[in-house]
């Protein structure tokens, strides 16, 4: 064959296969539009969704004495795509979400993980929040758009890019119950009648592997925090009470168990500075004892791969610059010991009270920082503001240039601190600084009192929706509020029901996401 009877071969081929792939692109188009009606994608969510329509409409026809027969497939999610294009070699998509809600109650409390064939990024979201943690990106409600009515719906969607944008799964949770519409229940289902969902708590995390093994180092990236793959990210956990006064708390155990039956991924060691006695690190404590304490927590954490916070914790002292001498030793020493600790945060002043000014804490901050990067150039710093960590508003008018990662602390106790506390925190997000609750409770200021579970709750919507990573105060028995565990409970871990205060409980439920 000469050249050009080949070039023309060429030619009449290409068109061909041309015609064909638009022949076929056609049908399938048309195959899909009978089908379904919309594009309704093609992954195991979708096909439950229509079992569970099934399911539904079979059972909502039993009485009351079914109802946890019926229960069992009161919600599910369907994921739809809108427009899809590529980008950079990846597959983009508009993914529009519903949320149906059988029951008869409205439900405001809810969480659902989309699971994809390959990690996704998420570049825009409307009406939800969402956070993206390897292959699953987790959609939790805001504010204006939290509620599935009963016998409704709820719609959200967002934008994503992954190399491969298939949906394989996902996990509905509704008041903290799992309704899964799961790939492997689907293909062993053989009838409607098999359920997809279980009953059980919302496993801590869909993933397998620890939360430092999936998210790595963190850095702030303006007011989030984000792990190794730049997605946001929120470091949930508890504090301990002084280390000094509670140093059998500080196990590996009692780690685990907030690891593995919170669902926490932070704990948060408390080495008061100042007790006016020997309980404290500057007052006469012995400090070789107390550094073994931190290490015993710090390395308990990174075995379990957590994140851990060593908190230089300023409290009677007042004003950081009380011991600024010892806290230089202490930072140089413990960011050399730890320098190759991916995991370890410093908390360089706990909380600045009893008049003591932002400029003082950002002198004192600024001695403190330089000499932690000497050793470790990007831990996450977190620094106190003002009034008990409270007065983020004034830094966030005033910030420390020059670092990166450095986050402010805010600290609240909702029986105390309610709207006013949360509009200096919105002022200081919008003004962008990046804030982290290092320390909370649901009682009062003391420690002590009642609790407040409606200003408990206002603010962990506001913690959910700005991403702030939290620890809450405080792992031990002791008979005030604030303890995690009941003052009868002698446990050092492993803790059951039974074992938690009713601090205790609402702040697991929090952590686990319910
Ligand atoms: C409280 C403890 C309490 C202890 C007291 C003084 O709960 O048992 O006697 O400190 O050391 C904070 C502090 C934190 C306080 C806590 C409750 O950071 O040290 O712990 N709180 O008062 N800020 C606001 C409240």
Same mark, same amino acid.
């Given at each position: 064959?000469?050249?050009?009877?080949?070039?023309?071969?060429?030619?009449?081929?290409?068109?061909?296969?041309?015609?064909?792939?638009?022949?076929?692109?056609?049908?399938?188009?048309?195959?899909?539009?009978?089908?379904?009606?919309?594009?309704?994608?093609?992954?195991?969510?979708?096909?439950?969704?229509?079992?569970?329509?099934?399911?539904?409409?079979?059972?909502?026809?039993?009485?009351?004495?079914?109802?946890?027969?019926?229960?069992?497939?009161?919600?599910?999610?369907?994921?739809?795509?809108?427009?899809?294009?590529?980008?950079?070699?990846?597959?983009?998509?508009?993914?529009?979400?519903?949320?149906?809600?059988?029951?008869?109650?409205?439900?405001?409390?809810?969480?659902?993980?989309?699971?994809?064939?390959?990690?996704?990024?998420?570049?825009?979201?409307?009406?939800?929040?969402?956070?993206?943690?390897?292959?699953?990106?987790?959609?939790?409600?805001?504010?204006?758009? *939290?509620?599935?009515?009963?016998?409704?719906?709820?719609?959200?969607?967002?934008?994503?890019?992954?190399?491969?944008?298939?949906?394989?799964?996902?996990?509905?949770?509704?008041?903290?119950?799992?309704?899964?519409?799961?790939?492997?229940?689907?293909?062993?289902?053989?009838?409607?009648?098999?359920?997809?969902?279980?009953?059980?708590?919302?496993?801590?995390? *869909?993933?397998?592997?620890?939360?430092?093994?999936?998210?790595?180092?963190?850095?702030?990236?303006?007011?989030?925090?984000?792990?190794?793959?730049?997605?946001?990210?929120?470091?949930?956990?508890?504090?301990?009470?002084?280390?000094?006064?509670?140093?059998?708390?500080?196990?590996?155990?009692?780690?685990?168990?907030?690891?593995?039956?919170?669902?926490?991924?932070?704990?948060?060691?408390?080495?008061?500075?100042?007790?006016?006695?020997?309980?404290?690190?500057?007052?006469?404590?012995?400090?070789?004892?107390?550094?073994?304490?931190?290490?015993?927590?710090?390395?308990?954490?990174?075995?379990?791969?957590?994140?851990?916070?060593?908190?230089?914790?300023?409290?009677?002292?007042?004003?950081?610059?009380?011991?600024?001498?010892?806290?230089?030793?202490?930072?140089?020493?413990?960011?050399?010991?730890?320098?190759?600790?991916?995991?370890?945060?410093?908390?360089?002043?706990?909380?600045?009270?009893?008049?003591?000014?932002?400029?003082?804490?950002?002198?004192?901050?600024?001695?403190?920082?330089?000499?932690?990067?000497?050793?470790?150039?990007?831990?996450?710093?977190?620094?106190?503001?003002?009034?008990?960590?409270?007065?983020?508003?004034?830094?966030?008018?005033?910030?420390?240039?020059?670092?990166?990662?450095?986050?402010?602390?805010?600290?609240?106790?909702?029986?105390?601190?309610?709207?006013?506390?949360?509009?200096?925190?919105?002022?200081?997000?919008?003004?962008?600084?990046?804030?982290?609750?290092?320390?909370?409770?649901?009682?009062?200021?003391?420690?002590?009192? *009642?609790?407040?579970?409606?200003?408990?709750?206002?603010?962990?919507?506001?913690?959910?929706?700005?991403?702030?990573?939290?620890?809450?105060?405080?792992?031990?028995?002791? *008979?005030?509020?604030?303890?995690?565990?009941?003052?009868?409970?002698?446990?050092?871990?492993?803790?059951?029901?039974?074992?938690?205060?009713?601090?205790?409980?609402?702040?697991?439920?929090?952590?686990?996401?319910?």
């Amino acid at each position: 064959m000469n050249g050009k009877k080949t070039k023309i071969l060429c030619a009449v081929i290409a068109v061909l296969v041309v015609l064909i792939g638009i022949m076929t692109g056609l049908l399938l188009v048309q195959k899909k539009e009978n089908t379904s009606g919309s594009s309704t994608r093609e992954t195991a969510s979708a096909e439950n969704t229509t079992e569970n329509a099934a399911g539904v409409s079979e059972e909502t026809e039993k009485t009351d004495a079914d109802d946890s027969d019926r229960k069992t497939n009161l919600y599910y999610a369907e994921i739809t795509e809108g427009a899809a294009w590529e980008n950079g070699g990846n597959q983009c998509a508009t993914e529009n979400v519903t949320i149906y809600n059988q029951d008869q109650k409205a439900v405001t409390s809810w969480k659902l993980d989309i699971i994809y064939a390959s990690d996704p990024t998420v570049d825009q979201i409307w009406e939800g929040a969402c956070e993206v943690k390897g292959n699953t990106v987790t959609i939790t409600p805001v504010e204006y758009n *939290a509620e599935i009515p009963a016998g409704g719906s709820l719609t959200f969607g967002f934008n994503l890019s992954a190399a491969d944008k298939k949906v394989t799964d996902y996990k509905l949770y509704i008041n903290g119950t799992e309704y899964t519409g799961s790939e492997a229940s689907s293909e062993t289902a053989d009838a409607a009648s098999t359920t997809t969902e279980t009953e059980s708590i919302a496993p801590p995390s *869909a993933e397998s592997g620890t939360p430092f093994e999936n998210h790595g180092a963190l850095s702030v990236s303006g007011t989030d925090l984000v792990d190794s793959k730049g997605n946001p990210y929120q470091l949930k956990g508890c504090s301990t009470h002084g280390i000094t006064w509670f140093p059998d708390y500080v196990n590996e155990d009692a780690f685990r168990t907030f690891r593995d039956d919170w669902g926490a991924n932070l704990i948060r060691l408390a080495m008061y500075t100042d007790t006016g006695d020997s309980y404290g690190y500057c007052s006469g404590g012995n400090k070789e004892e107390i550094e073994a304490l931190v290490d015993q927590g710090v390395q308990a954490a990174t075995g379990l791969g957590m994140y851990v916070i060593i908190d230089w914790h300023i409290l009677s002292d007042n004003n950081p610059n009380t011991h600024i001498e010892d806290a230089k030793v202490f930072f140089a020493e413990m960011t050399k010991k730890y320098a190759n600790y991916e995991n370890v945060l410093y908390e360089i002043c706990n909380e600045p009270n009893s008049g003591t000014s932002w400029s003082e804490v950002k002198a004192y901050a600024e001695t403190i920082i330089p000499v932690i990067r000497e050793n470790d150039e990007d831990a996450i710093i977190i620094v106190g503001t003002p009034t008990w960590c409270q007065d983020v508003d004034i830094v966030s008018g005033d910030p420390i240039t020059g670092y990166d990662n450095i986050m402010y602390a805010v600290h609240f106790y909702a029986a105390t601190h309610k709207e006013d506390l949360r509009n200096k925190v919105t002022t200081a997000i919008s003004n962008g600084l990046p804030l982290i609750v290092s320390e909370f409770s649901i009682c009062d200021a003391s420690g002590n009192g *009642a609790i407040d579970y409606a200003q408990a709750d206002a603010w962990f919507e506001l913690i959910n929706e700005k991403n702030l990573s939290f620890a809450s105060w405080s792992i031990s028995n002791k *008979a005030e509020t604030a303890s995690l565990l009941t003052p009868s409970c002698t446990k050092t871990s492993g803790w059951t029901e039974e074992d938690l205060s009713e601090t205790g409980i609402y702040i697991r439920d929090r952590i686990l996401g319910k």
